[in-house]
DNA sequence: TCAAAAGTGTTGACTTTACACCCATGA
DNA sequence: TCATGGGTGTAAAGTCAACACTTTTGA
């Protein structure tokens, strides 16, 4: 290409970046907020407040700001509606069909986390979010049920491979907690020996010498996930 | 919520989401596009014609249109540059520093691509538009170099499990041709006989009772992929 | 003392790895 | 006939799945 030819293209990607239209397409974010409780995966929803979803639950989300890294976002939105920080957040994919937002094109970037439901500093910001077991969630306003289909399916994925369902829990659990976190994700009964044996071969876990306390039965050990394996303070770890 | 505060909200996000500031965030696809040629995995990339990165290549991308779903960008830009269509392309990650484009704010969703770079088909449509061994790249335009990065660890994630890399071969291919792209692409040398047991077992493959020619030695036997298993006509298969 | 859950090992099936020789072809 | 890569099987190690009994505790 001749250089003549390149200047006139570098003048009409510049036009083209600076033509409003292209602008008219915003960006938000989604959240998958995961929890969990009465042996069941749970998520985060919030009352839809647009007239085509009334009665409608969809995901925390917001648009996008200007100044701030897309990768911030959610960890903004997830702040504003629970208090928390210092959780894990991943990017999961971006939905992007044309119709999917009735009020005009938005794109977004869905997130998923992994939050301690007990935990102390967990504080809902709106009385309008609720937690809902995954089980009975048939619809959801927008592609939201799409992008929660997409994130468990995701968790599922990575939850034998990386040191994530900690996130779920309080610091101490044990072994039978735990092994109930699992089958709950993946929607199986284990063998509780396979499953400690798996367990106990990532060496993830520590073991405190402490047992449970006001159990109603035979209280189990507690553990905890090593320090090195912890999500947040930088990237997962293998 | 009382129904008063519902609809105070409704206007705010209504009011949000068409303030101009929220629409000044441009978004477009970048492609990384492989190919396998000289027995290395191949990127196709375009001479970057912006002065902050002269010299530098980058990825082809374009902006998204407000008028067509976001997954089909990515088919056009390929349309665009090779001719191509019906091949495999998948969504890997969205980019979204707010530095990383100097022009402006432009959040990337990149996608990754496998081809064929002998197919019949396909007419690179710009003279500054090449094939690059993954190798040799170590430096590209804007945060592409994060970009091909992260697609080639998504690719050497998937190839043992998805039937992914018949898409960089030919219809027709011998096994060694098929193991060295795995090995291409994974970098490591694979044992013959436990490379073919390992693909036998996962009956992939239809063997054509044919011969490869014109070989300069003896001519190896030839399969084709099982139609059921092709990456395009719907989504990727287990 | 009873009920309930905690804790713990072994076996067989299967998968993965390492490894070497003969065969068919083109030159 | 020779050089080159094509084609093939087995044994050992490791991983995965199935399976039952004893122990500890609270009630």
Redesign the interface.
């Known amino acids: 290409?001749k250089t003549a030819d390149?200047e006139a293209?570098?003048r009409k990607?510049?036009a083209?970046?600076?033509r409003p239209?292209?602008?008219?397409?915003?960006?938000s974010v989604d959240c998958v907020i995961f929890g969990y409780a009465k042996k069941e995966l749970q998520v985060l929803l919030i009352?839809s407040?647009?007239?085509e979803f009334s009665e409608l639950y969809s995901l925390p989300g917001d648009?996008?700001?200007?100044?701030?890294?897309?990768?911030t976002a959610p960890y903004r939105v997830l702040k504003e509606k629970t208090g928390m920080d210092d959780v894990f957040l991943e990017?999961v994919?971006?939905?992007?069909?044309?119709d999917r937002h009735p009020?005009?094109?938005?794109?977004t970037?869905a997130y998923y986390s992994l939050i301690d439901i007990l935990h102390h500093k967990l504080q809902l910001s709106?009385?309008?979010l609720h937690w809902h077991s995954v089980k009975n969630i048939n619809q959801l306003a927008f592609d939201h049920k799409l992008i929660l289909d997409t994130c468990i399916h995701k968790l599922k994925e990575q939850i034998m491979d990386h040191p994530l369902v900690f996130n779920l829990l309080p610091e101490k659990f044990s072994l039978r907690e735990l092994q109930d976190v699992y089958e709950a994700i993946i929607n199986i009964t284990l063998d509780r020996r396979n499953f400690r044996k798996m367990i106990s071969l990532k060496k993830w876990l520590l073991d405190l010498n402490e047992l449970e306390i006001n159990t109603p039965r035979r209280p189990g050990k507690l553990y905890k996930l090593k320090k090195e394996y912890s999500s947040f303070n930088g990237q997962k770890k293998k």
């Open positions: 290409m390149k293209l570098k990607t510049n083209k970046i600076s239209e292209f602008f008219n397409i915003a960006i009352k407040n647009r007239k648009l996008v700001r200007p100044d701030e890294d897309l990768d990017q994919q971006a939905f992007g069909a044309i009020s005009g094109r938005v794109i970037i709106d009385n309008d």
